[in-house]
């Protein structure tokens, strides 16, 4: 697949907001992430994951469809990672999801 049609199959897949290359590789990252990349960072992060949650979530993002830099579908993954998970770890993901963006000075590429 050539660049060009990759960016028309996102950009009519996302909309009008095209991402830029930095939130193109943030996107392919997540598709990308493994269980046992999970369970290091849940380990590092302080987070209680089970393996079969790890694995459910590393699937659940493998095939992602929604663009986590736009609010409405940031706010459905965090719903989705409820029902994989439990509500105490969905709103710690999103506590420590808003940290690691101001940190990284990374919170002008999502919409509010």
Not at 23 to 35: A, G, P, T, Y
Not at 58 to 75: C, G, Q, V
Request: hydrophobic share 35%.
């Amino acid at each position: 697949m050539n660049k060009l049609y990759q960016w028309n199959f996102i950009a009519n897949h996302w909309g009008e907001r095209l991402p830029t290359d930095l939130q193109h590789l943030i996107i392919e990252r997540l598709k990308n992430v493994s269980d046992n990349e999970l369970m290091y960072y849940s380990e590092r992060y302080g987070f209680s994951l089970t393996i079969d949650e790890c694995q459910n979530i590393s699937h659940y993002l493998n095939h992602l469809t929604l663009n986590p830099f736009i609010k409405a579908d940031r706010e459905k993954m965090f719903h989705d990672l409820t029902d994989l998970t439990n509500e105490q770890t969905a709103i710690k993901a999103k506590q420590l999801f808003k940290q690691l963006i101001n940190q990284y000075g990374m919170s002008h590429l999502f919409t509010e």
